[in-house]
């Protein structure tokens, strides 16, 4: 079908998705760009309606992402370029953006292969380092990530962005931290916590078998929850030269993921 | 002294340095943030001017810093709230913004210790990706940082920012990239490139004795003329489970800083 007035109540709906308000009333998500659409519809989230501008939509990337889309039960629709830049977020404009079903996916659900190494991310700030820590993880084979703490907007557009589309193929959930506490105890994960004031090194750590890093808020760190007989706590060397300049929550995200792949590639 | 309006000459030709062309034209910057204009002022960078609006300024820090800037030859300049907006950048607000005499380093004068970790940054897409580097390799405790390649902008303020004013401390400086491989060899720096064609694995290299980490940017890696027999190429682990989701430059740069330290703490 064909949309050409912004004012038209599917677009006005879908553009309420940018806001946290309307994908928690519509449970309901919007994805930006080609690559991270391709990537959603790879991991089995359901489009909704995928609206495309042809005159940007031209190449071959585009044209596989509107076959697969048109497949399925997802709506295409066709609209002006002043419609996609309502709905795009950001500075790029790509031609497609996508309606989604917001992913359900709970603790419960969440079931890692035996053994795995996963995360969980406390009380992270922004969404776009949620994004930027999820893009880490995918590459570094991390099993799951678990977002610990009150009302995180998991499926934030800087989320999804940031992540590059990754938030789609990283199993991700979002809870209480208590709750994760019980659920990663309850399955037997040791468990390492990244600390500033961390009982020992990070590189002196085993990161072999299952195991749960566990990492704060650069502003906030971790919630005493997170300090336990049966949590390891770990530091990162900081050799700044002046005060207290410590890693962005992304760049220790990233030391402590690749070390880990280290340490069990190496068994 | 006072100023008590945005149209003032002196405010007028500071909002200028947030532009690249102001900083080249006046070679001043702008630092906006306690902590950043505290950190230039220890790594001796030359104040021109401070403004502030004492509402926002009253605690130890901000204190502190006017003090400290008021005894040398920087000037103070008490403004109304209005200026101090039109000066700052970015959503944050911290009632204080330096001029400074632009920073200026060529490769000529970097001169790190004998047997040093540095690090080159080719391509840097983005400022505020180059101060996510520069932080980290202040944490990391890279010796300098060499930003090859035309016409970056090392000043920029989303650069400043992002680097929290670690761009102050770790000696950088920015010149073509010819000029930074003939640098290198003259001072027989062992080199290692990050790409994702690289011939080793990451894991494997000897990161210890004087060193040079060269990286890319994200989206065009690294360009030819880091491909020699006097350089080794390394690349990253990439374990995503859809298309070639490569890392960022950011996360690449903290595991490889974090491994050389990991290594060279080890001897």
């Known amino acids: 079908m064909k949309i050409t007035s912004a004012a038209n109540p599917r677009v006005k709906a879908a553009a309420k998705l940018r806001e946290r308000r309307g994908r928690d009333e519509q ?7 080609v690559r991270e659409i391709a990537r959603a519809l790879a ?7 995928l609206y495309y501008f042809p005159g940007l ?22 609209v002006p370029p002043h419609v996609i830049e309502k709905l795009a977020f ?6 497609v953006v996508a309606v989604a079903k917001q ?3 709970s603790l419960a659900d969440l079931a890692p292969p035996p053994g795995s190494l996963i995360a969980v991310i406390e009380g992270v700030e922004k969404p776009g ?10 590459a570094a084979g991390v099993a799951a990530v678990i977002v610990a703490g009150g ?5 934030n557009p800087n989320a999804i962005r940031a992540s590059l ?85 992304t760049a220790a995200a990233a030391v402590l993921f690749y070390e880990a792949l280290r340490q069990r590639r190496e068994t």
Request: net charge negative.
């Open 129 to 138: 380092n949620l994004g930027a820590i999820l893009r880490t993880a995918d």
């Open 151 to 155: 009302g995180t907007d998991l499926y």
């Open 165 to 249: 589309g990754a938030i789609f193929t990283v199993p991700v959930c979002a809870a209480p931290s208590p709750a994760v506490l019980d659920w990663l105890r309850a399955r037997q994960y040791r468990m390492l916590a990244a600390r500033v004031d961390g009982a020992s090194d990070y590189a002196a750590a085993d990161y072999r078998g299952p195991l749960a890093l566990i990492l704060g808020s650069e502003a906030h760190g971790l919630s005493d929850l997170w300090r336990g007989e049966d949590i390891a706590s770990v530091k990162l060397p900081l050799l700044g030269q002046v005060d207290s300049l410590n890693l962005s929550a």
């Open 90 to 95: 950001g500075q790029r404009v790509e031609g």
């Open 57 to 78: 939509a031209t190449d071959h990337e585009h044209q596989h992402l509107l076959k697969r889309a048109g497949e399925g039960r997802g709506m295409l629709i066709e």
């Open 103 to 105: 992913p359900q996916q």
């Open 27 to 33: 449970r309901r998500i919007i994805i930006d760009g």
């Open 43 to 49: 991991a089995g989230v359901e489009l909704v309606e």
